[in-house]
């Protein structure tokens, strides 16, 4: 079946403007995570999902970081007023249930602010 | 908090052993390990659930001792395609949000 999709796989984007990066789950998950990772580091935790509430925002960095999912399936993470600090992969993974099941990743959203 | 994993970076040649080890301050659920290969996503190598157990998958198996609160990844006879940058989550109860290490950089040479 079809995998965890993610779009645009790159985006380029000038300090000051907003952006939207989107998550397609797979179907039936209900559980999706938002990581974020700069180059050769680690995987930063943002926010996840249940369903469509988040009972977990902890990560998000600032207030210019949002997210919102619908209908139980496709979620967008919006940056607004990015800042070159934002440059970054954001990898998205979505799993059957939250917690201690196996997260399958998306290939990432290439994040370069200039 | 995020787990501490160690080595940070190791070299092998092919057919050696390698242990990669996770530990956290915080009580544990379940430790999560992916591997991640250079410009991809990370992909599943395995769960281990509180409970101490031990796992295998291949030439690749885990342990949890949870009491120490520390997880150990073990790759043995290791091969070329064992390179790349191993994560481990980690799970404390009730927050169902795992939150993974820094990574321990693998490569396996001929």
């Known amino acids: 079946g079809a995998g965890v999709s993610q779009s645009p796989s790159n985006k380029v984007t000038e300090k000051g403007k907003d952006v939207e990066l989107r998550c397609d789950p797979i179907?039936?998950?209900?559980?999706l995570y938002w990581y974020r990772q700069s180059l050769g580091q680690g995987l930063e935790f943002l926010i996840y999902?249940?369903?469509?509430?988040?009972?977990?925002k902890s990560g998000l960095p600032s207030d210019r970081f949002s997210a919102e999912r619908t209908g139980g399936s496709v979620s967008t993470l919006t940056i607004q007023r990015t800042q070159q600090e934002d440059s970054a992969v954001y990898l998205c993974?979505?799993?059957?249930?939250?917690?201690?099941?196996?997260?399958?990743f998306g290939p990432g959203t290439r994040l370069t602010v200039t | 908090q995020q787990p501490v994993q160690s080595p940070q970076a190791v070299i092998l040649r092919e057919g050696e052993d390698a242990v990669i080890n996770c530990s956290s301050s915080?009580?544990?659920?379940?430790v999560h390990w992916y591997r991640q290969k250079h410009g991809e996503a990370p992909v599943f190598l395995m769960i281990?659930?509180?409970?101490?157990e031990q796992k295998g998958h291949d030439k690749i198996s885990a342990s949890f001792n949870e009491k120490k609160q520390q997880s150990s990844l073990y790759l043995t006879a290791s091969q070329l395609s064992y390179s790349g940058t191993y994560f481990c989550?980690?799970?404390?109860?009730?927050?169902?949000?795992?939150?993974f290490g820094t990574g321990t950089k693998l490569q396996v040479i001929p």
């Open positions: 993974a979505s799993s059957y249930s939250p917690g201690s099941y196996e997260q399958y």
């Open positions: 179907s039936g998950h209900t559980a």
């Open positions: 999902f249940q369903g469509n509430s988040a009972p977990d």
């Open positions: 915080k009580a544990l659920y379940s």
């Open positions: 281990l659930l509180k409970g101490g």
């Open positions: 989550g980690t799970e404390s109860g009730g927050y169902q949000k795992v939150t």
